[in-house]
């Protein structure tokens, strides 16, 4: 495989991390300082972990969408994301609320989202729109329901297929206000075109953006409960007195060294877009390889999703994390490495690989995870590994049973918590 120097790949994040109006720079415009209080890493439409929306997109139909706040303020605005589209997007209407049960919302609480003070907006394929401002106060931890009614057809929908946090809700027809939550008869686990939520009016302090695959966009944890690893890690620092928006840019699948058809693009394109624009971030927190090692070894005839499976080196993937710290730290953003979890016991048909091969991708991985702890290249370091592996005597390259959400690879919630509580608060 041939990679680019380290100066090579950190220069092409840079260049490729300019910033758009509507996002970080932009945090402080006019006196108003925006915060993340909520993201998603957007992808192209696919058919991916589970089935979902995107590839036939809407026409005539509401989609109310479910998030978990990660800080409070006293007006918010959404953004909205055409970045896969080929074609304009039309959103005919938008509206926000606190969220209720399933669908429904807290009666009093709906309010409708302008741009540029009209109902509606186009969005330029590859572009993305921000709402006028929304008075509605929200507190971190709440829900909140996004609505958005297209009227016509949209084409394949950019999206952000693991939602284990909540369900999303598609009507027919035009349903903003509805407070009920009857006309919305079907659910998916993805998030569609909207890509966050950013809250003002409160005192907040610098992000934390945890980047990384799905062990970081939570497989594995409870659906609809938000207790992946970055929800648990944003209530420790709230119980801790220090709260500061925590967002979660994971993608499930993601790779650092290579684009994927279903699983975004590899963390060294992403990163820009992903960590570097958004709002007022201090501190990223780094875990990705993982799918960089067993996806190598993966059959792309029967999953066409883990394509290209190409097999990569120690010092690949090394280079690949110096080059996202270099950008990080090009932003004065500090960064945080992640060590790999155990993978002997992957028990998944996409994450299986030949026995043979098990020596090999342990060894890439033991060489990776020493460089993370000992090279001093991060400015901190989570030690994942140590707190997931199971602590029986010969067994630490397996995951613990007591963490193991069921395919030897993936946490449960029990396990999200352990590596929310790895983290050292003061290292962010």
């Known amino acids: ?198 809250v003002t009016g409160a005192p907040t302090r610098k992000a934390v953006v945890t980047f990384g695959d799905s062990l970081t966009d939570g497989y594995g944890a409870t659906l609809g409960a938000d207790d992946r690893y970055p929800d648990q890690l944003s209530r420790r620092l709230a119980a801790d007195g220090r709260p500061r928006p925590v967002l979660n840019l994971g993608i499930g699948g993601n790779r650092i060294l290579n684009d994927s058809p279903c699983f975004g693009e590899k963390a060294t394109t992403r990163f820009a877009r992903d960590v570097l624009n958004q709002p007022r971030v201090g501190t990223v927190v780094i875990l990705e390889g993982t799918n960089d090692l067993i996806l190598g070894y993966a059959d792309a005839s029967r999953f066409p999703c883990t394509a290209p499976n190409t097999r990569v080196t120690a010092a690949e993937l090394i280079e690949g994390h110096r080059a996202l710290i270099r950008a990080a730290h090009a932003k004065g953003i500090r960064a945080v490495g992640g060590t790999m979890i155990p993978l002997k016991g992957s028990k998944t048909d996409v994450l299986q690989y030949p026995a043979e091969a098990y020596g090999a991708i342990e060894a890439v991985r033991d060489e990776v995870n020493d460089w993370i702890r000992t090279s001093g290249a991060y400015d901190a370091v989570v030690d994942f590994d140590r707190a997931l592996s199971d602590p029986a005597p010969g067994k630490s390259d397996l995951l613990n049973p007591e963490y193991d959400f069921g395919d030897g690879v993936h946490p449960n919630a029990a396990g999200y918590d352990a590596m929310a509580r790895a983290v050292d608060l003061d290292a962010l």
């Open 1 to 198: 495989m041939r990679t680019l120097p380290v100066s090579a790949l950190a220069a092409l994040l840079l260049a490729g991390a300019a910033i758009p109006p509507a996002s970080a720079e932009s945090a402080e415009r006019g006196g108003t300082r925006w915060n993340g209080a909520w993201t998603a890493a957007v992808q192209r439409p696919s058919t991916n972990f589970y089935p979902n929306w995107s590839q036939q997109g809407f026409e005539n139909h509401s989609v109310r969408q479910v998030v978990r706040m990660s800080a409070e303020g006293t007006d918010l605005r959404i953004r909205v994301s055409n970045a896969y589209g080929t074609a304009p997007l039309r959103l005919t209407g938008a509206s926000v609320a606190r969220a209720g049960e399933g669908a429904g919302v807290k009666p009093g609480t709906v309010r409708t989202v302008r741009f540029a003070g009209a109902a509606s907006v186009t969005v330029p394929a590859g572009a993305k729109a921000v709402s006028d401002v929304v008075r509605l106060p929200v507190k971190a931890g709440e829900r909140l329901s996004v609505t958005l009614y297209f009227a016509a057809a949209t084409g394949p929908a950019t999206y952000h297929d693991l939602a284990q946090g909540a369900f999303s809700y598609r009507a027919s027809g035009e349903h903003l206000r509805d407070t009920g939550a009857g006309a919305y008869t079907e659910s998916s686990l993805s998030w569609y075109y909207l890509e966050g939520v950013e």
